[in-house]
């Protein structure tokens, strides 16, 4: 198959209705929303109706709604969950994002299903299974480099969604533990209480310290700009922006970024765009001035330095070094936009980040709201612009659908005729009295004006053609009435016209692709373990939610490799003196075991003690 058969989508996160309208008035193709319960962020769940409404607004551009509900579930949730699924397809979801397979085993409406990122879908046989089983799409490991999503394109014809933008997790989604193991909040079931975020003390098999009070397992925030080319090429036809707790700012800024760069690609490439319609931003966006933990491209061109260890929140953009410091104020060394309100943040000599704010700015002298650890040679970060924001804040992004129109004349009056981007038509005729224009150019003009306002509705007039010569008087109220039964008719052929998918499964008795011999096959229910038993795998342990003490477990692994952050690879570890094993300790004393694979380029975390109890998952 060509890699790129399918449409190009811009997939975007929605928080809440509100935020997914906005994502679609930026150029989304797609936006993912979770409903009130069984989505991995719990803390953003949405009712039936306001998904219902998101639904509505999506597809009058033929864009669409996924839902997520992509947790695990217990047996008592089945019931509810299935439940759900039905509610949110008569509400007009477009797929459903899963995590559990258990769901596979379930009476489910013909709504797609996609592979959630947190089924661990990172090799060509793992992907394989996910299409032949029948699922309409599989969203792959972050951690994929560009040559094995070729591979894995090489080899299926299933849709690929990765994403491109956005914050990462340290450890493979869905094979996390971290959170669960210390503390009984489960990322698989949507409660992640981001323990990779937290400060951690790096300690040797001696008990040497080797770091302290660093954010060791924190990474900087996925920006796949450069790569977007290559990904298409790769065979990647849905790109997709994390972030669905992120605020209005950041969705109007990375969506409306990322529009722009696939749309310069889908030109160039003379490919396919996923939905209709063309966005108009006021402002231009720049992925520097909302939240960001400075940016990598994890491993899509291969291994490089990807630790923000000095900081889990966002830093922004860099603002260069302090050339002079006086009693209340300071100047910087190269020219910028600083004004009042804007956040700052800077490395204080503990390595500690701090912060302050402007309170002036006066030819060119900054006057902050606090001096304490401002030098000269400090390098200066822009944690928040305040300007920037509320330019977004106050943005009137439209989508509009261009249409070709046309007036001629027809025996019994007129006819009016609009043609949309996708080709869809109408045509109305108007029966009236000809009554010929004394002032031929006022008429044409009056015409033109009255057909052609289309500002109360989402369709824009790109030409006007007036075929009619010579021209005749006629009614501005039968004109705008005209036009309105125009916007009408057409709006009910393009919902006529928008195909929403449907599917029909059959899982089969296929072997599974590889041995599930512990915890990590993440099976809570009875519905699971059917599943995998008629894939071949009969041997089964309950999933670490149930309740299991992973004290001694693996309970991460990750690509991201500390000895290579820190410069200890090989004999540099022995040079400073170092012995390994290594631990991690963090604030609450839990105690972690580093266990490096270099053969495989591998990370695991062995929980050794921990220092709190929970409850078993219910």
Request: some cysteine; overall charge neutral; proline content about 3%.
């Amino acid at each position: 198959m060509h890699p790129t058969e399918h449409p190009i989508e811009l997939l975007a996160p929605a928080r809440d209705a509100v935020s997914g309208q906005r994502a679609i008035d930026c150029g989304a193709d797609a936006v993912y929303i979770g409903p009130k319960r069984f989505g991995a962020r719990a803390q953003a769940g949405n009712s039936v109706e306001d998904i219902h409404r998101l639904c509505e607004y999506a597809h009058r551009y033929w864009a669409r709604v996924y839902v997520t509900l992509n947790t695990l579930l217990f047996d008592a949730e089945i019931d509810a969950a299935v439940a759900l699924i039905h509610q949110v397809y008569q509400a007009g979801a477009d797929a459903l994002i899963i995590q559990d397979v258990g769901l596979l085993q379930c009476e489910l409406p013909p709504i797609p299903l996609i592979a959630s990122t947190q089924m661990h879908n990172h090799t060509v046989e793992r992907v394989q299974f996910l299409q032949e089983i029948g699922l309409s799409r599989v969203i792959l490991s972050r951690e994929l480099s560009l040559e094995q999503i070729r591979e894995i394109r090489r080899n299926t014809r299933v849709e690929l969604e990765c994403f491109i933008h956005g914050a990462l997790c340290v450890g493979y989604s869905g094979q996390c533990f971290l959170s669960y193991s210390i503390g009984g909040r489960s990322g698989n079931r949507g409660e992640c209480a981001q323990p990779c975020r937290r400060a951690y003390t790096l300690e040797d098999a001696d008990g040497r310290v080797i770091a302290t009070g660093k954010h060791l397992l924190s990474l900087k925030d996925l920006n796949a700009t450069e790569h977007l080319d290559a990904l298409v090429e790769a065979g990647i036809s849905s790109f997709k922006i994390e972030g669905r707790l992120k605020d209005m700012a950041y969705v109007t800024n990375s969506v409306s970024h990322y529009r722009r760069l696939l749309d310069e690609l889908i030109q160039r490439k003379a490919l396919r765009r996923a939905s209709s319609g063309i966005s108009m931003p006021d402002f231009h966006p720049d992925l520097g001035k909302t939240f960001n933990r400075g940016y990598t491209d994890y491993f899509l061109a291969g291994r490089k330095k990807m630790a923000a260890m000095d900081a889990a929140g966002s830093v922004g953009e860099p603002l260069g070094k302090i050339s002079q410091v006086g009693r209340d104020h300071f100047l910087l060394k190269k020219a910028h936009a600083l004004s009042a309100g804007d956040g700052l943040c800077f490395l204080d000599v503990d390595r500690l980040w701090q912060g302050s704010y402007v309170n002036r700015v006066q030819d060119g002298r900054i006057y902050p709201d606090k001096m304490k650890g401002l030098t000269i040679g400090l390098e200066l970060f822009r944690s928040h612009d305040h300007g920037f924001i509320r330019s977004l804040e106050k943005s009137r992004v439209y989508r509009t659908i261009r249409l070709r129109m046309s007036w001629r004349e027809i025996p019994t009056g007129f006819s009016l005729e609009a043609a949309d981007e996708d080709g869809i038509s109408v045509s109305i005729e108007w029966q009236v009295e000809k009554q010929l224009a004394h002032n031929q150019e006022m008429a044409k003009q009056q015409i033109h004006e009255h057909l052609s306002r289309l500002g109360d509705t989402y369709f824009t007039c790109e030409t006007l053609t007036i075929e009619t010569d010579p021209c005749f008087f006629l009614p501005a109220s039968g004109l705008n009435s005209l036009r309105r039964r125009m916007v009408q008719a057409l709006v009910q052929e393009r919902q006529r016209r928008f195909v929403r998918r449907t599917v029909t499964r059959q899982t089969g008795n296929l072997p599974y692709p590889e041995p599930l011999a512990d915890f990590r096959a993440n099976v809570l229910n009875h519905k699971a373990v059917e599943f995998y038993r008629s894939h071949g795998i009969s041997h089964l342990v309950p999933g670490a939610e149930t309740g299991r003490d992973l004290t001694g477990e693996i309970v991460m692994t990750a690509r991201y490799c500390l000895r290579y952050e820190l410069d200890l690879c090989g004999s540099r570890l022995a040079q400073r003196r170092f012995k390994e094993p290594l631990f991690l300790r963090d604030e609450q004393g839990n105690r972690f075991q580093l266990i490096f694979d270099c053969h495989s380029c591998h990370m695991h975390i062995q929980l050794k003690t921990k220092s709190q109890t929970f409850l078993p998952a219910t």
